[in-house]
């Protein structure tokens, strides 16, 4: 899709109508919207993107373009998760929907391109239209070469990103983004800004603790481990981050590498002060199994009421509380019973 500065908006139907945004001036879906219409998993969309991008010659492509969304998750304090998505043009929709079918299949498929119509007329005629409460758009708008510059910086430190990988998934040289944040004077081209600005928009990078100075980060640092009186080495153990983090917090050493620094900046946004009062596991009651009968005739059907997925969340509060109290292999257990119950929950 070709990088064009513009307006974005939305055309909604209703409450459960098809999402189609301008971007790029062109009217564009994302794939987890088109999921959820069409009532369908998530992750099988992308996979039949997927197969049908391997088969599609080059030109074609364009109207696919992978994006990287936030989803929140349905467990308690557990943070948002970022998944892989799809962005579709109009063509690239009719592609992946031409081969589905069931007994709503075309009336979905009307109400989608009835949806492109709407929006494509809007383009058409210059207009744009203000995002209504519930509407998903594009929230990051370029004000300033200045702030642009600070909200790159502290979007690649909270992703843990050095010049070169934000540059990547940017779609710009390396060297351009170091010298876009290094040089206060720069000034940055509109193509180049539409890429900043969607890299902003699709990453999510703004939201939870915003990286000003390692200075700042610091004194952040230090307030919240006087206030959960944590030692050194329980913070570099919470956060995953190396050994160099006293140095850090005693001023030896003035920065940090992107990755630690982004480790710490997800600890900060994840951060839950551990209570000194001892907390007991939440009480969860086993299913009453009722003894066996005489004989095999007479014997009831007990069914195990035990869910483990609606259980979680009280084991998962259990475990935030007391987090500063277990070992490095009981965390890494943890977050993939975290990620286990997350897509069985969303399935």
Known sequence: MPNTKCASSSVVLSSSSPIVTIVNNQATCLSTDVAQFFGKIHRNVVRDIEDLCSKLPPSRLLNFEQSEISVP???????????????MTRDGFTLLVMGWTGAKALQFKLAWLDAFNKMEALIREGKTVAPKAGEKSLSYKFTSAAKLRKDVAAARMHLGLTCEEAGLQIGVDGSAVADFLRCATAEPHGETVDKYVHWLNKTNALEGYYFVSFKKLRSDIQAKQAAANLSVREISRLAGCCASLGDFLRGKQTRLYPKPAGKLIAWLNSFDQPSHVQIEPPQIKEPKVEPEPQTIEDAPKVENTFDPVSAWPGYQSYFLANK???????KNAVRTLNSYFFDKAME
Request: hydrophobic share 40%; no cysteine; glycine share 0%.
């Open 73 to 87: 998750s349905n467990l308690n304090n557990a943070p948002a998760r970022i998944i892989k998505a799809y962005r």
């Open 324 to 330: 500063a109290k277990f070992s490095p292999e009981v």
